[in-house]
């Protein structure tokens, strides 16, 4: 398979802008092969509703400018939907928990939650920050719009804050040593 055909499989996979660098180790290859591929594929998708964007540094699939106000309109649709349970559940860890991966939301639920985070960061109810534990990924975090509108100034100013917090950690803790599955069963 070609280097461009991997690039599109990365992308599709990580859905989230890439660095060339990471390519570059990911395929094994030099990064200015990685930088012919990007430009094969820049050319492949100029007319298509998909096109490879990229800053140098970075690259990520976006949208075709000219589909702006379809695009728009489907993301009013969406922001009008109300949240349901698992985007609840996602939103409760995060302001519980504060900084948190979604490979740990995610175990936490015991599902995956790639979508219900890009519904709340879409929403402005989250933002995406890189992790503050220095590995090269990132953290959700509750944003100030979001304490804002439940009227509070601070995350430890949420109902019940210390008591859902603990609960939280100690499942993760449980599940970790194995007394419960990841899923909250037994």
């Known amino acids: 398979m070609n280097i461009e055909s ?3 499989a990365i992308l599709l996979f990580k859905n989230e802008p890439t660095s060339l660098e990471e390519l570059s180790k990911y395929l094994k290859v030099p990064r200015e092969n990685i930088q012919l591929a990007i430009n094969n594929l820049q050319e492949e998708y100029k007319n298509r509703g998909v096109v490879i964007i990229t800053d140098g540094e970075s690259i990520s699939f976006g949208t075709h400018p000219e589909l702006t106000q379809t695009i728009e309109k489907i993301h009013k649709e969406e922001l009008s939907r109300d949240l349901g349970r698992a985007g609840l559940e996602a939103l409760a860890i995060i302001l519980y928990r504060g900084a948190v991966s979604r490979r ?8 995956n939650s790639s979508f219900i985070l890009r519904a709340l960061m879409i929403r402005g109810l989250i933002e995406r920050t890189e992790s503050e534990a220095g590995e090269r990924s990132y953290s959700y975090r509750p944003t100030l719009e979001l304490l804002r509108h439940l009227g509070v100034t601070k995350r430890e ?18 599940a ?5 599955e990841n899923n909250g069963s037994r």
């Open 6 to 8: 991997k690039i599109e």
């Open 104 to 111: 740990e939301i995610d175990y936490i639920r015991g599902v």
């Open 157 to 174: 100013d949420l109902p019940n804050y210390d008591e859902a917090l603990a609960k939280m950690l100690e499942f993760v803790k449980r």
């Open 176 to 180: 970790e040593d194995g007394e419960i």
